[in-house]
């Protein structure tokens, strides 16, 4: 007995002794589109693509400065903190184009905010999305992004902004219902999001009763807008719906006052003007302009008590435009699908799977955002929809909420 115990406790010596030097099999990917591989102390690259310059970079910053709370309320993630990197994509194709070929080269990107505006996510959102890429914006809100079987429908794109069908008809039915016009006409700048927009609020407004005397198109880099407004005005609507963004909205603000017939027009734009810009390139001719935007009324608690504090802390001032919170949830949600799916060695080596990833983003559920709870469809639709109308004021900013 002596000496099989003994020989017994030598194999289980050697076996101990072989056991440190086998340790736990090294993490092996298998996710079909990659994994990113994020070292013990280095940082999570997330990305954007925003508007952080020109007429409209107030959209992009007010954005940015939204996923910048997100972060910093955050603190770590799973061990490892943020690093925040983007590229400006200009409000325009032009601008997706540069700015998603840029972020797509980027293997250690996990996933990109973005785009502001839906002309460049059309251009951009491809490349990003074959790069592997969860891409998600607070701000784009054209349908056709969105819609099953559409080709501009990419795999790994999501948004928290509302679909331009809830927009564009809650505008039609506040001119029809609430202000009680009959006849009103659309102006588009050519873009994605303009062009869709105006065609929802048409319909909707039609299907009401009301009658769309013209849908005119202009070129968004001109000054000059009298003609179209002078035929605009040959069809005697009461209410102009021109969802376009600060440069020539400010300008068809201005100079709508100055043509016969439109003297008493009600004058609506859409969140792309939601600005301080716009106050300041209107001027006086400001007053009484409205626009349609998401409801921040509708926020929850937080948006109040601890988003807004905090965005005043880090970017010195109130928000400047309207997509922040949007922005803030899409951080947030993010964030809790990188923490559902990555995988962490004992060194705090982190392993996150692309696809899983986006998985994980498509099965968000009732996720408690500042929005509301955002339930995201296969197509990428996660808002929690509701808009209201504002009425600005020369002189003031915000603009002020009046409808519902």
């Keep these: 007995m002596t000496k099989r115990l003994l020989v017994l406790l030598s194999v289980l010596l050697a076996v101990s002794m072989l056991l440190p030097a086998c340790g736990p099999a090294p993490y092996e990917c298998t996710d079909p589109i990659g994994c990113v591989t994020v070292a013990p102390g280095e940082p999570i690259h997330l990305a954007y693509a925003m508007v952080i310059s020109g007429p409209d970079e107030t959209l992009g910053i007010d954005s940015r400065n939204g996923l910048d709370v997100a972060v910093a309320l955050k603190g770590k993630v799973l061990g490892h903190d943020i690093q925040l990197t983007g590229e400006d994509d200009g409000c325009s194709a032009e601008g997706g184009q540069a700015a998603g070929t840029k972020l797509a080269a980027d293997p250690t990107i996990v996933a990109v905010f973005g785009t502001s505006c839906s002309s460049a996510a059309r251009v951009a959102v491809p490349l990003m999305s074959q790069a592997g ?40 039915k506040f001119a029809f219902e609430k202000m009680g016009v009959k006849k009103a006409a659309t102006i588009h700048d050519g873009s994605l999001y303009a062009e869709k927009l105006q065609a929802v609020f048409a319909d909707t407004f039609k299907q009401l009763g009301g009658t769309i005397t013209t849908q005119e198109a202009v070129d968004p880099n001109a000054t000059d807008f009298k003609s179209v407004l002078t035929s605009i005005a040959a069809g005697a609507p009461e209410f102009i719906y021109y969802p376009i963004f600060v440069k020539a909205g400010s300008l068809i603000t201005r100079q709508a006052k100055e043509v016969p017939g439109l003297e008493n027009v009600y004058l609506m734009g859409a969140d792309g003007m939601f600005s301080p810009d716009v106050a300041e390139g209107a001027g006086e001719a400001v007053e009484g302009l409205f626009v349609s935007s998401p409801d921040t009324a509708a926020f929850t608690a937080d948006y109040q008590s601890v988003f807004l504090p905090k965005y005043k802390e880090l970017a010195g001032t109130d928000p400047i435009s309207i997509f922040h919170a949007h922005a803030y949830d899409a951080m947030n949600m993010v964030i809790a699908a990188i923490e559902k799916v990555a995988v962490q ?59 519902p």
């Design 133 to 172: 890429f969860v891409i998600i914006s607070s701000s784009n809100t054209a349908p056709d992004l969105t819609e099953a079987g559409n080709p501009n429908n990419h795999p790994g794109y999501l948004r928290t902004a509302h679909n331009d069908k809830v927009q564009g008809a809650a505008a039609a």
């Design 345 to 403: 060695d004992k060194d705090g080596t982190l392993h996150i799977p692309r696809q899983a990833l986006r998985d994980a983003m498509y099965g968000t559920k009732d996720f408690p955002g500042l929005t509301g709870n955002l339930t995201c469809t296969p197509t990428g639709d996660c808002a929690d929809p509701k808009i209201a109308v504002y009425e600005y004021h020369a002189g003031q900013y915000p603009p002020e909420r009046i409808w």
